[in-house]
């Protein structure tokens, strides 16, 4: 196994030992808001809207940080991965090798030697520009579309936000190098198409939903309380946009031809991660709605 799978293998157990954990503190809740380590534990899973019935002493509050700089996130992104995109273009339909920096990066990230001769194979100009896309739309429905309110993410996570797309940038290329077999079949290219589209379209339609509880008709802001979400997929799920974020992996998954098991790996990840963001968002529904659907999963339709 590479170092990238590790570290991916890595971040898929930790979100599933963090689920599991949370799972199990449920069972005794007259323990839940004395522990140390139970409110250290749930300051650095929960962020936004599932913090805030959190009992933190002002310590912890130190290592606070607005969670409408999730901006930043995708700012990143954008230049990170828009700038390997042009590079791997470059290398594969004008023949510039990729930087002595970069091709260093992924042979010790992948322990692939020879990756500086190697050129892309063209399915990864795909999974790059869809990245690029993902990461564009969702800069702009964060600084266009959504309405924030005083919600905060620790200082832990927005580190992780920030390196998390420099890092997936480069699993883009490391999937490319070990990556068995041949290159796209068509079908699974238009199958892979397909769900990106199709799940970056709910991703969308549910953030609307969900700025449309806080604007009247005309779009100014008139709340910032936490409303019960309701039409289009919310009929289904408490968070329709985490179930569409899984699909988009998948999507890029089949894109790049389903082969690699480096990208696998991120699927995992972020099936754990947005599983575990789901649970603690459904549960908060649950206990400070009453009418609050019963019919309704938290994370995949029908499923969970
Ligand atoms: N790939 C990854 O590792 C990863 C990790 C995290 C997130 N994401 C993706 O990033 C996107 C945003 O995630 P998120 O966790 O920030 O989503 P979120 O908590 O649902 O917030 C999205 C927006 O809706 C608002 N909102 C949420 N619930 C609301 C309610 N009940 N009533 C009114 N407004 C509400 C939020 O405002 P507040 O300011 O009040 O929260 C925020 O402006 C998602 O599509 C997710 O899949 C990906």
């Not at 009992?55 to 990143?76: E, G, Q, T």
Request: glycine content about 6%; aromatic content about 16%; overall charge neutral.
């Amino acid at each position: 196994m590479s170092m990238i799978d590790v570290l991916w293998c890595f971040l898929a157990f930790c979100f599933f030992v963090a689920f599991s954990i949370h799972g199990l503190c449920e069972v005794g809740p007259g323990e839940r808001e004395s522990g140390f380590m139970y409110v250290l534990f749930q300051d650095l899973i929960r962020y936004g809207k599932t913090k805030q019935s959190l009992r933190r002493s002002a310590w912890l509050r130190v290592f606070d940080v607005p969670k409408r700089w999730f901006w930043h996130f995708y700012v990143i992104s954008v230049c990170w991965n828009g700038f390997l995109l042009v590079l791997t273009f470059n290398c594969v339909y004008v023949h510039q090798p990729l930087p002595v920096w970069l091709t260093a990066v992924l042979e010790a990230l992948t322990g692939v030697p020879g990756s500086h001769s190697a050129v892309p194979r063209p399915s990864t100009i795909l999974l790059q520009l869809l990245l690029f896309i993902h990461s564009f739309r969702r800069l702009l429905e964060c600084l266009l579309i959504s309405v924030f309110s005083d919600g905060v993410i620790h200082l832990a996570q927005y580190a992780f936000g920030l390196g998390y797309y420099i890092v997936l940038g480069l699993t883009a290329l490391c999937s490319d190098l070990s990556a068995k077999g041949s290159d796209m079949q068509d079908w699974l290219l238009l199958l892979g198409c397909a769900v990106f589209i199709w799940a970056s379209l709910l991703q969308h339609r549910s953030m609307v939903l969900l700025a449309q509880l806080r604007t009247g008709k005309s779009g100014t802001v008139e709340t910032l309380v936490h409303r019960v979400p309701n039409g289009g997929w919310f009929e289904l799920v408490s968070c329709p946009h985490y179930f569409a974020e899984l699909l988009i992996y998948v999507s890029l998954s089949l894109v790049s031809g389903g082969l690699s098991l480096t990208w696998w790996l991120v699927v995992l990840y972020v099936f754990f991660n947005q599983a575990l963001a789901a649970q603690l968002c459904h549960e908060l529904y649950v206990s400070k709605y009453e009418s609050y659907p019963k019919n309704r999963n938290a994370f995949i339709p029908f499923v969970l």
